[in-house]
């Protein structure tokens, strides 16, 4: 933003150009940031969302400006279809910390590439030790961008490298406990 109430240029920062990410559609949306250990993510919904392979993808900063694609390096898939959900993407982290969110959206996106905007937000557990994904999925095995989604959560774990570790999607109806602090 060039101030509170203008936008800048618009910058991509990543396009759908491996094959993970060209199921069907070539897709790249929904970017959420995430702050860990003093480096930040961006995860991003990869493929099209009325499929089984709509999923989510990671973006880690290296250094530089953070508005060039040069800046970031691009892994995944890293939480795919598993244990009767299928398509489980468009996630958020949810943190009550110190820092502002970074603001990210899926609006605009231009030929499936991601760009800049402002929408999603992200939280913490209560007590501000957990990261948790909440992000949407469809018991339909084909994927479904409709009512059919559900949202669901989970807990973000850490590899040793400092990188997040989202798992798979748990089965349905697991009741998980809840967030640390609560």
Known sequence: MNSPTSLGTRKVLSEPTQSWERVDTPVNEGPAAMYHGGKTFLSFSASFCWTSSYQLGLLTYKSGDPTLKSSWTKTGPLFS?????YGPGHNGYVTNGPRAPL?????PVENGRLMTSCEHRF????????????????????????GNRYTAAKKVSWKSDGSPDFG????VGTVLAGPSGE
């Open 123 to 146: 939280f913490q557990s209560p007590d501000g030790t957990e990261i948790w994904n909440v992000y949407h999925a469809t018991k339909i095995t084909t994927g479904a961008c409709d």
């Open 103 to 107: 603001c990210l959206s899926c609006e």
């Open 168 to 171: 798979k999607p748990d089965t």
């Open 81 to 85: 279809s598993a244990n009767g959900n």
